[in-house]
């Protein structure tokens, strides 16, 4: 015996929901990601739902857990996402004056994805609450990023690249507070401010403050 069909929001019965329209996997990941990066920006992680990034993608709640799992799962892909322009930076040995391009470098081709810079930027201030999943990420990415960083301006003051009385560790955090600072900034006002162009100025300034020469960046870094 077949049962009978169950009762419609409006009562009635029988009435088939339409079906919905799956687009292709990867399709479907960048959507997800790109509405969750919104809420994520817009409300917090605290606030923001799987149900609504799940409608402004377009597909159901059940399809964003298929493919992340969780709201933290989606969250820290997020945040992954976000880092993926600097991670050559931290991967790879340069001179102190590469690796100062190379940092300029990124911050440009971040800027590819504002919406991405944006939700960095939000996010360094929730990342202080200990019940946020981005807490302990960042907190890991700062200890990685001055593992990789600090021995690069430890060369260069060897072989004569820097001053003799650079602080390696103290530069690195002084670059990492420009590209914090000056990206905080341009998510309040991203009109008024040019980021790649204003924190190249800065990066340049820093390194030339602790060359041995005075100069800062390579004059070919728009090539890089």
């Known amino acids: 015996m077949t049962s009978a069909q169950p009762d419609s929001p409006g009562g009635r019965k029988g009435r088939a929901r339409p079906r919905r329209r799956y687009i292709p ?43 992340f799992g969780t709201k933290e799962e989606l ?23 590469e690796l100062f391009a190379q940092f300029v470098s990124a911050v440009r ?54 001053k003799p009385d650079t602080d390696a560790r103290q530069t690195v955090l002084e670059l990492l507070a420009l590209n914090d600072g000056l990206r905080l900034q341009w998510a309040a006002q991203p009109d008024e401010i040019d980021l790649p162009h204003v924190f190249e100025a800065a990066a340049d300034a820093l390194l030339a403050r602790i060359s041995i020469d005075g100069q800062g960046l390579p004059p070919d870094r728009h090539d890089r």
């Open 109 to 162: 081709d971040s800027m590819r994805h504002p919406e991405l810079v944006r939700f960095r930027a939000v996010l360094g201030g929730q990342a202080l609450l200990e019940s946020n999943p981005a807490s302990q990420r960042l907190r890991s990415n700062m200890t990685r990023i001055l593992e990789a960083l600090v021995p690069v301006l430890e060369q260069g003051i060897a072989a004569g690249e820097l």
């Open 75 to 97: 969250f820290l892909t997020a945040i992954d996402l976000r880092e993926k322009p600097f991670v050559p930076i931290y991967d790879r040995e340069a001179s102190t004056r």
């Open 25 to 67: 996997g990867e399709e479907t990941q960048e959507r997800i990601l790109t509405a969750a990066v919104d809420h994520f920006s817009r409300y917090g992680y605290a606030n923001a739902s799987i149900a609504r990034i799940a409608a402004d993608a377009g597909i159901t709640d059940a399809a964003v857990i298929h493919h």
